[in-house]
């Protein structure tokens, strides 16, 4: 079973450590944390399109393959608190966009497919870079996750889009 709700050690065995650290040079970089924060938010949006798609009949027969992206949007958002809290010490706070919500709402499946596409596109190459950036192997091991899960996600929404709308 894939381990949406596992319950990771990472989060409370490292808040010790961290708080009996001195603040590290990632801590100090203002430009990461604006990066996480827009993470945070992408990833957020990112999982009400999924769930949208999910409530749309065109798209019925491929309910689990959403689904799979749904709940992999809902660990995203769980790795990046984590990874927050390893940089910074604290966690950060939810983020509620409800104007997200009503835009994805008035926008054809069609579209909606592919802005999800294309949007998934640009995060491989932001969570590559973000990969890259990390000096610790816990920080590297979340973004390896989410850079992985981006790119099947990637492969199968572009299977969708040409199932139904190609």
Excluded at 96 to 117: G, M, S
Aim: hydrophobic share 40%; aromatic share 10%.
């Amino acid at each position: 079973m894939y381990p949406y709700n596992r319950n990771t050690q990472l989060y409370h065995s490292r808040a010790k450590e961290t708080q009996a650290e001195k603040p590290s040079l990632l801590a100090q970089d203002k430009r990461l944390e604006e990066l996480l924060s827009l993470a945070r938010t992408e990833a957020t949006e990112t999982t009400r399109k999924f769930e949208t798609l999910l409530d749309r009949a065109e798209l019925s027969e491929a309910g689990q393959i959403l689904r799979t992206m749904y709940l992999d949007g809902k660990k995203h958002l769980r790795l990046l608190q984590e990874v927050g809290f390893l940089i910074f010490g604290t966690t950060p706070q939810e983020n509620e966009a409800c104007e997200t919500e009503e835009a994805t709402e008035a926008t054809d499946t069609c579209a909606l497919l592919e802005e999800l596409l294309l949007a998934e596109m640009d995060d491989i190459s932001f969570y590559r870079a973000l990969l890259f950036a990390m000096t610790e192997a816990d920080l590297r091991n979340a973004f390896f996750e989410i850079l992985t899960d981006k790119q099947n996600h990637t492969v199968a929404l572009s299977h969708l889009y040409a199932k139904y709308f190609g």
